[in-house]
């Protein structure tokens, strides 16, 4: 706040100042307009010439000023000097109807000159001699001028700065005071918020009480105190899941060391190399509890506003997924298959099922649920993946022929490290809640339905659809035909 007002003070002087000698010259002009109007009474005509009868004390009270001198100055038509200073300038050139006009009206005009290189505030006016002409051409005129020096004008000028200036000397300083104090002042706030945050510990994410701050500043303590809560969801997230992992991988690993240790003490190359694919087997499962682990963490550390997604299409993502795992449903014994309809209705070949995403992502996405059906689809079953439109909507289907999910459980599936009592089938539980965490990053729903296809009641099967929204292309296009109809 100093900066500014420093800088407005001498914007004031000089403002000041124009205005002083603004009010200065408007007194003495209107005396000036007097003795100009005096003047124009004196010129009489006669015998057809102007002539001037000023007495001499006249021309004494004309010129008595103890500070400025005063010129005057008579002409007649032509330039005719009839009484005064011949050394006073004539004014600029006018058109004769300009100075008709202002010889009617009687009107004192005014500029600044100078003579005998003295500037000077001059007054001057024109007078008709001839008032009652009516013929063509123009009337003689006769021109009268009053001078006087600027002493006076400047003098008046400066008594008014230093009356308005001195003053400022003094509220200047306490201005800058007062402003000083009100400032320090209502950034003390500010100051005792600031060391009540450097004052809390690392792990203290608890909101700011807004009723103890300036009431300007609230919006911004509402901003910061949302930005707590959403890092305190995320340390916790965090917490959680490094504790979720650290249990996990307790049997894995108890179980590594104990077929090793066991290995160990045999000496019998039978019993050693069961022992040794027991602990591959646990290394295996190991493994892929560490990369689910990973997957997880990837998809909610992703940008949840589609800032990286890019248009896929969906039908040529789930053709490469569906390859990958061809090899595994054969281990399974497993009829694994891929259904893209050609022409279905509202899908058109030059219309691919195209959605906004992130190619990587939905390839976990697809692979999880892939992974969860064959796991749990009996041999001779069949695990199906359905890529379909249903008007703007693109629908993702994996269907297969297990034991189904219970209504009741469809709810905690997507839980972590959820597992449903008596599955007997070998699985971390968190492939589902790598599922539901990318859907969920990708603006699509995911339902859990029976397998309509399924007549058995002991395998009824699982149909787990998820509905993408349609690209914004799509959405514009169908709203442009929304208007027009």
């Known amino acids: 706040m100093l900066a500014p007002l ?71 038509p032509g330039g005719l000097h009839l009484d005064g200073d011949r050394d006073l300038p004539r004014p600029l050139p006018n058109t004769p109807g300009a100075a008709l006009d202002s010889a009617r009206s009687g009107a004192v005009s005014f500029r600044n000159d100078s003579i005998h290189g003295t500037p000077v505030r001059v007054a001057y006016s024109y007078v008709n001699l001839e008032p009652l002409h009516e013929g063509p051409g ?98 916790e997230m965090q917490k959680r899941f490094i504790a979720d992992a650290a249990h996990q991988m307790k049997t894995p690993l108890a179980g590594m060391r104990m077929q090793s240790e066991l290995a160990l003490r045999q000496v019998d190359p039978e019993e050693i190399h069961r022992s040794l694919e027991q602990l591959a087997k646990s290394s295996e499962s190991a493994t892929r509890l560490v990369n689910q682990l990973l997957a997880l963490a990837r998809a909610e550390n992703q940008p949840h506003a589609g800032l990286a997604f890019e248009a896929i299409d969906l039908a040529q993502l ?65 695990v199906t993946v359905r890529v379909r439109r249903d008007g703007e909507h693109v629908l993702l289907e994996v ?41 969920q990053q990708h603006g699509a729903e995911i339902d859990i339905f029976n397998n309509p296809r399924s007549d058995s009641r002991k395998h009824p099967g699982s149909l787990f659809r998820l509905t993408f929204p349609p690209p914004l292309h799509h959405a514009d296009d169908a709203q442009d035909a929304d208007h027009a109809d």
Request: charged content about 20%.
């Open 6 to 76: 420093l800088l407005l003070w001498p914007m004031s002087i000089a403002i000041t100042y124009l205005v002083a000698k603004s009010i200065a010259n408007q007194p003495f002009d209107d005396a000036l307009e007097d003795r100009v109007t005096v003047l124009s009474q004196q010129i009489r005509t006669v015998a057809g010439r102007p002539t001037v009868q000023l007495p001499g004390s006249a021309r004494d009270v004309l010129r008595a000023d103890d500070v400025d001198s005063v010129y005057f100055q008579i002409s007649g």
């Open 138 to 235: 123009t009337p003689d005129l006769a021109l009268v001028q009053v001078a006087e020096t600027l002493d006076k004008r400047a003098h008046l000028a400066n008594e008014i700065i230093k009356g308005v200036i001195l003053p400022q000397f003094i509220i200047l300083p306490v201005i800058l005071a007062l402003v000083w104090f009100a400032l320090s002042r209502g950034l003390t706030p500010l100051a005792e918020l600031q060391e009540r945050i450097r004052a809390r510990p690392p792990d203290d994410l608890s909101p700011i009480d807004p009723r103890q701050v300036p009431e300007e500043i609230s919006p911004l303590v509402g901003s910061f105190n949302d930005m707590l809560e959403r890092l305190a969801q995320t340390v």
């Open 399 to 439: 269907e297969d022929t297990g034991p189904g999910i219970p209504p009741a459980e469809r709810a905690h599936v997507f839980e972590r490290f959820y597992r449903i009592l008596g599955s007997n089938v070998p699985g971390s539980g968190l492939g589902l809640a790598i599922v539901r965490e990318i859907a």
């Open 318 to 382: 789930a053709r490469a997924t569906v390859q990958d795992w061809v090899q595994a449903s054969f281990a399974h014994r497993i009829d694994f298959g891929l259904e893209l309809p050609d022409q279905p209705p509202g899908y058109l070949p030059d219309e691919p099922p195209v959605i906004a995403g992130n190619a990587l992502m939905l390839r976990e996405l697809l692979s999880n649920l892939i992974d969860n059906a064959l796991r749990y689809t009996p041999q001779g079953g069949s």
